[in-house]
């Protein structure tokens, strides 16, 4: 199986993050990631989950550690990664078709090319019938599926998603979620994912990584064992809800330390 | 029919015939002034029909000198436009670069036109050129200030997915500065619009030139006023209204067609 191949894919170790001189934001973390894990980050706000993210993807640099992304530091890795925002980030001015584009029309790839895999991308999330349509005229789901249509179009080996359903209500937020799995089985991508729900990190992850705050640091790790494909009925079942109430426990002793 | 949408469809009715109504009621009112004056304040206020027959009379030198002072304000309006874009560009840079042109921009828009003019007539000579100046000055500054803004006020979610994608500096501003100003733009450009054919008449006013057909509705208030010819200076002014009438229209149209489709100042609640 690809999760059992012996080199990360990325790696933190003893990673350090402040910006300027402030107060230190991380502290130490180290991780690593295999080949088609799926990674979610959970802690109290505060505790420098997103920046985790931003300083994979090379967005911010590190303070301090280092981070290994496929073999190259993360500013050199950035072909390989793709980023989901909190928000949608689409451009209003263009239609479903050419936000999809921006990152292939960014890196000087061909009209027709572009058309292609943006077709592609769209119909993977279901938005194959939305190309033409501003995204104004979308729902607040559908243009987060914009988004990650958009992510997928570089055809990343990994994808960072910085609480892409936070704003979302519940039940478009597990629909998404089915999706994105499903979507994962086509194009075996490591994902990182930062959320605020239990829920939606046991039923994505098969590792959470729990930070405690003020500074971040790695309190612990709990993995999730259930067989993906996962669907309705993982959610639904008895040992999934025991595991909700076991990781939601960790959470709340992680809050009570400070 | 129910009662309610006999009203609702009353209601449409009624609002496309009161502006109407209204300016029926206007002139009068106009005729109702015009008849109270006495006989030697009569030449003060022509009555609505006198103007109409100086439009017929005067039509000739009017519309001649529309096409003028239309002409001088278009140019001037596109200078400002294209210059003001790409004084806009640069002033985005950076608040440094802002900071080190901003005062100047603000004397150059406080200083009189009425003072500026006279040295522009001796820099350029009287004429087109003159009046393609004045305009060009009064429409440069709303147009720096809304497309700088504009410019400067990209969403930073944005942003950072054009960092996070590698976006050159000069691909941000084409395909995500430039674009996400537009709106901003045409604010500028709306405003631009208004001001421009004020500025070719008071333009043509005081630095036109009067030889061989080539001046404007300035000139003509000038040569109308002198001969208190009442109507013939109403007429002139109605002439200029329409003119800033095609100018606004054309903006109107022109932000029609780049927003309509994407921005929600043109959304009609069927999001």
């Known amino acids: ?258 | 029919m129910s009662t309610k949408r006999k009203k609702a469809s009353l209601g449409a009715v009624a609002r496309k015939l009161l502006p109407f109504a209204t300016g029926v009621g206007m002139i009068f009112v106009w005729y109702g002034i015009c008849m109270s004056l006495s006989a030697d304040q009569r030449f003060l206020l022509p009555t609505p029909h006198e103007v109409a027959r100086a439009f017929i009379e005067k039509g000739p030198a009017l519309w001649g000198a529309a096409l003028n002072t239309g002409g001088g304000a278009l140019i001037g309006f596109g200078l400002a436009v294209a210059l003001s874009f790409l004084f806009a560009l640069v002033l985005s840079l950076s608040p440094l670069v802002r900071a080190s042109f901003y005062p100047y921009l603000m004397i150059l828009q406080m200083t009189p036109i009425i003072v500026i003019a006279p040295i522009l007539i001796l820099w350029v000579g009287p004429g087109l050129k003159s009046v393609v100046i004045i305009t060009f000055l009064i429409c440069f500054f709303p147009m720096v200030v809304n497309t700088t803004q504009g410019l400067i006020s990209t969403d930073s979610n944005l942003v950072a997915f054009f960092k996070m994608c590698k976006a050159s500096k000069v691909q941000t501003i084409l395909f995500l500065r430039v674009p996400a100003a537009l709106p901003y733009f045409f604010t500028g450009l709306r405003i631009a619009a208004t001001l421009a054919p004020i500025g070719a008449i008071v333009g043509d006013y005081i630095a036109g030139n009067s030889a061989g057909g080539q001046g404007g509705l300035g000139f003509l208030t000038i040569i109308y006023s002198s001969q208190f010819q009442m109507g013939a200076l109403f007429a002139t002014a109605a002439v200029g209204c329409l003119l800033g009438f095609i100018f606004v229209m054309g903006v109107i149209a022109l932000s029609w067609l780049a927003l309509h489709k994407w921005h929600d100042s043109f959304s009609h609640g069927d999001t």
């Open chain 1, 1 to 258: 199986m690809i999760e059992d191949s012996p080199l990360p894919i990325v790696e933190l170790r003893d990673v350090d993050k402040r910006y300027g001189d402030g107060p230190l934001i991380l502290d130490k973390i180290s991780f690593s990631a295999k080949r088609g894990d799926f990674i979610t980050l959970i802690g109290p706000s505060g505790c420098g989950k997103s920046t985790i993210l931003k300083l994979i993807s090379g967005l911010n640099p590190i303070s301090g550690g280092r981070i290994v992304v496929d073999g190259l530091e993360p500013a050199n890795a950035v072909e390989k990664l793709a980023f989901v925002f909190q928000e949608p980030t689409l451009l209003p001015w263009r239609t479903v078709a050419q936000n999809v584009e921006v990152p292939m029309q960014l890196h000087g790839a061909d009209a027709k090319l572009r058309q292609e895999v943006a077709r592609k991308s769209l119909s993977l999330v279901g938005l194959g019938d939305r190309m033409d349509y501003y995204p104004r005229q979308l729902s607040g789901g559908q243009k987060m599926r914009v988004s990650i249509a958009r992510a997928l179009s570089v055809s990343p080996r990994i994808l960072l998603l910085d609480e892409p359903f936070g704003a979302l209500d519940e039940m478009t937020r597990d629909h998404l979620n089915e999706e994105l799995l499903a979507i994962r089985q086509q194009l075996a991508w490591t994902a990182f994912f930062v959320t605020h729900s239990v829920a939606e990190a046991v039923f994505l992850s098969n590792r959470i990584i729990v930070l405690s705050a003020n500074p971040g640091r790695v309190h612990s790790e709990v993995r999730v064992d259930f067989p993906y494909p996962r669907t309705e009925e993982t959610r639904e079942s008895a040992p999934f809800g025991k595991m909700v109430a076991e990781v939601s426990k960790i959470l709340r002793s992680v809050e009570r330390l400070h």
